[in-house]
């Protein structure tokens, strides 16, 4: 039990700083829920193909950006509706961001997409930021996506097991720099088993010894993959990174990393080249 002396002079220490924040109730917090509530407007509104879900939430002068470009939101895929097979979403509480991976297998209008949603320090969202691969993306097809997908398991990593955000970031950067750097694969934290999800195209075969190295590589003087954006969740350990894939028709690209145990276990790609086919 603390003394009232030392109860009043933690009271003391304290006072200064929450006089000069806004009361609590005015004070919205980046927390799980929150980051959820939003990612979850925003696959109302994609399903909608509408922003209503999402109006209360956005910042007045928000920004929508797809493959990589900023552009009219009702000109973009959030304004089409669409119906989701798959959504998993991970939440960057440090960064008050979220990745929201979607697979849509209608024929008519297939779709993969991964949404980063960046929010301001009053929780309102500051950014939509989407990579919409479809027909013509590389080794696109959203059924084979969604079947590979739904055999793996993204489950949270147990508490006293997870890497820092640090390491995470490391691992997703080192492997963006194997096109620019003949050293950065030996800083890859390469796990066994590892598959690689490259459009609809899976390295796995469901055996212990899948790895993730076929297809890497092996020219490491390529342009660089640049401009990259981040949402680690230490707690699924993993990490998205969105970037211009500079050797490959300056694609829009994004890549989302697993680790477990400091080991690098699944990799998803979506990669778009302007709306033509991806040609190496
Ligand atoms: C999360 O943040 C919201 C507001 O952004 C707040 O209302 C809620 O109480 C917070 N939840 C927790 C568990 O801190
Ligand atoms: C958007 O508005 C917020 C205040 O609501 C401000 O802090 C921020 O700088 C603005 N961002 C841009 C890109 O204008
Ligand atoms: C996608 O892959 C499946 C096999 O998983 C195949 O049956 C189908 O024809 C492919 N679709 C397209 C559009 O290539
Ligand atoms: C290349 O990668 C290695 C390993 O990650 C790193 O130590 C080095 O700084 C990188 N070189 C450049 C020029 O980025
Ligand atoms: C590696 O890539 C660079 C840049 O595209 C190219 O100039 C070079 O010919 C490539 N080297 C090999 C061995 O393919």
Redesign the pocket.
Known sequence: MPSYLESCAVLLAITPIAASLPAPELMASCNQTSLMNAADAYVAAQTAGQLDPLQSSLAGNWTYQENNNVMNVHNGVLSKALKIDHRRTNLDTTSCASYTELVITDSANPYVIGTQIHHGTDMQVTMIDSIASTTNSWLFNASKTLQHVLEEKWDPIPLSARDSRTVIQAAGDAYLDMWSNATASDAVPWGTPCTRLEGSAYTGSGKPTDSCKPGIPS?H???PNTHRRYVVDESMGSVSIFCVWE?MMMAADSHEFRLEGGKLRYVHTMTVCGGKPCKL
Do not use: P
């Open positions: 020219n003087t390529q342009a050797h």
